[in-house]
């Protein structure tokens, strides 16, 4: 089965701590990209990865950070700067990143205790 | 920064009537995209309009794409309650680094 997953599901978050989410795929796409929604608005773009070892900051790319180690792999940290991390997270890839379809996981809620 | 707005917000018909959707944008574009979104999922992607392109259909989809206008609509044909969902339009912009950008959103509601 291809295609692209996000773990966990559910993440709660303590006041000062760091968590991570997960986001693999097995379609050998090149892109890969986390986008932030919060309750009744659009996607917003925190950072992007055109190829392995290499990301670009998104429109939202405060307290967030990412690595792009292996091609399969997008893993987002929600640091303690971040004051407001109560959101769904979103991550997608494409097959090239040059603005063409996006295929989505299906997404991690991040809440904060 | 907002590219795509859709219109309206949100819109509730009966199952079996047509529904519109309405997308605007601010600047030139290679193409044009629609997904959609099932509460508490991710997006699905519908449908791709290039900038050359005037009209597509896919099943009961039918998107238009305006130019001069700088607008595109989504009409789903007789609508069906699996059909309710959220409904984005996404553009890539010339300047925007490859980069695809999101509007808010229509929320549409099939009643039985």
């Known amino acids: ?113 | 920064s907002q590219q795509g707005e859709e219109d309206p917000q949100a819109l509730s018909i009966q199952e079996g009537e047509n529904a519109t959707m309405n997308c605007s944008y601010k600047t030139s574009i290679n193409n044009l995209q629609w997904y959609r979104q099932n509460s508490g999922r991710g997006l699905v992607h519908l449908i791709l309009i290039r900038s050359n392109e005037r009209e597509k259909h896919s099943g009961r989809l039918r998107v238009t794409l305006d130019t001069s206008k700088k607008s595109s609509s989504l009409l789903i044909t007789a609508s069906r309650a699996a059909d309710t969902a959220s409904y984005f339009c996404a553009t890539d912009a010339e300047n925007r680094d490859d980069k695809i950008i999101f509007g808010k959103g229509t929320r549409l509601h099939i009643l039985p």
């Open chain 1, 1 to 113: 089965d291809g295609g692209i997953t996000q773990s966990p599901k559910y993440l709660f978050r303590k006041e000062g701590q760091n968590v991570t989410l997960s986001c693999e795929q097995n379609l050998n796409h090149d892109a890969m990209y986390w986008y932030r929604q919060d309750p009744g608005q659009g996607l917003r773009l925190i950072y992007y990865s055109q190829i392995v070892n290499d990301f670009q900051k998104g429109d939202i790319a405060e307290g967030y950070s990412v690595s792009r180690e292996k091609k399969e792999s997008f893993p987002l940290t929600v640091t303690s700067a971040q004051k407001n991390p109560t959101a769904f997270y979103l991550c997608a890839s494409s097959i090239t990143g040059q603005g063409e379809t996006q295929y989505f996981g299906p997404g991690t809620r991040l809440l904060v205790l």
